[in-house]
């Protein structure tokens, strides 16, 4: 089993700041298969990059995605307030599939 | 634009079991691997497994003694069957097309 460690656990920071949230796997993952999502509270998640470092359709563009191998990096370049949320990484191309266990991005 | 709904009970009993039903709209249940994926009150995401519209199916091992997913496609549907269910087992459980088209979810509260 692939496991994805998520750092930070929680990441403060204010609006219009720069936020990196790192995903370290245990062994390599097929970067086609890697993807971000986004959760708020009672919601779903929301796929925002797919493949590593494609945006989903809907994605703003300060959202980026970045990495290969075992280490994996979304960045949000200017924080919004609607960005401040739970962040999960997935790796869906070795079962069973795996998550982090979430970022949390909270206000500072 | 695909969409997924969570349909079953909302509470099962200890030692019963689980079962939900997900209905695919907006497209064919053919062609994809359908999954179940879910999440603890206030906790993380765990993949429970998912099944390809052959019928062919992976499972977590973790859960894989008492999962059961299958797929109609004659309806437009797959199903998750989990037995011998405890408290550990409650959550939010999502039907999830990965990594595009998510469920809304739907919890279901395992008590007595």
């Known amino acids: 089993e692939i496991v994805l460690t998520q750092s930070p656990g929680t990441l403060s920071l204010s609006p219009g700041e720069r936020a990196t949230l790192s995903c370290r796997a245990s062994q390599s993952v097929t970067s086609t298969y890697f993807a971000w999502y986004q959760q708020k509270p009672g919601q779903a998640p929301r796929l925002l990059i797919y493949s590593a470092s494609r945006r989903a359709t809907g994605t703003p563009d300060r959202f980026s995605g970045s990495g290969s191998g075992t280490d994996f990096t979304l960045t949000i370049s200017r924080l919004e307030p609607e960005d401040f949320a739970v962040y999960y990484c997935?790796?869906?191309?070795?079962?069973?599939?795996?998550f982090g266990q979430g970022t949390k991005v909270e206000i500072k | 634009q695909v969409q997924l709904q969570e349909s079953g009970p909302g509470h099962v009993k200890p030692s019963e079991t689980l079962s939900l039903t997900c209905t695919v709209s907006g497209g064919s249940a053919t062609g994809y691997y359908w999954s179940w994926i879910r999440q603890p009150p206030g906790k993380g995401l765990e993949w429970i497994g998912n099944?390809?519209?052959?019928?062919?199916?992976n499972y977590n091992p973790s859960l894989k003694s008492r999962v059961t997913i299958s797929v109609d496609t004659s309806k437009n549907q797959f199903s998750l069957r989990l037995t011998s269910v405890t408290a550990a087992d409650t959550a939010v459980y999502y039907c999830v097309s990965i990594p595009d088209y998510w469920g809304q979810g739907t919890l279901v509260t395992v008590s007595s």
């Open positions: 099944v390809h519209y052959s019928g062919r199916s």
């Open positions: 997935q790796q869906y191309g070795s079962s069973p599939e795996t």
